[in-house]
């Protein structure tokens, strides 16, 4: 059965306010919804808020964050002009994967905040992320640094930016399909930079 859709983003917030769908209601600080901006054409998902996030209440604020805003600031990118969430609002205890059920619960609002952004390119950033939007059957080792086109969206997974902090490697990946991101937008008159 299609869920309901919010159909402003004061009926979406005011749905997702004290959500206590799932098991990860129980240790949030604050729940995590976007960051950005409402109309960007391009979009990024990651997994789900850690300390920082949680105690923020904004996406991508913590080490990995800051990282991302690194790479960005290095390829020209203006974050303030892409909408950025995640596949859980709610922080998982120690960081874990969130589990299927956690984000089945939530899924329903990232859809909600996809219709009402309208993205044309959709940026997943991990496998959580990966898996969730386009299926279990996806690799992020595999699928990475290749467009995806679906229902008349452009998906780029790429690596997690938390991945980068492990694995130097990465890193020179991240910034190749950031590159591709960009050469994608300036074919289709995208204005994400600085
Ligand atoms: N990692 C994520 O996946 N999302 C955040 O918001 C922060 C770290
Ligand atoms: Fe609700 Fe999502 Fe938080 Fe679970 S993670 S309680 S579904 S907002």
Known sequence: MEHYMCKTWDELEAEIKGCKKCKLCQNRTNIVIEDGNRNADVMLIGEGPGADEDRQGVPFVGRAGQLMNKAFEGLGIDR???YIANIVKCRPPNNRVPQEDEAQACLDYLRNQVLLVSPKIIVLMGSTALKNILGAEHKITTSRGSWIEKKGILYMPTW???????????????????????????????????
């Open 160 to 194: 997690h930016p938390a991945a980068l902090l492990r694995d130097d490697t990465k890193k020179i990946d991240f910034w190749h399909d950031f590159e591709k991101i960009i050469a994608k937008c300036d074919e289709l008159q995208i204005d994400i930079s600085k």
């Open 80 to 82: 303030s002009k892409l």
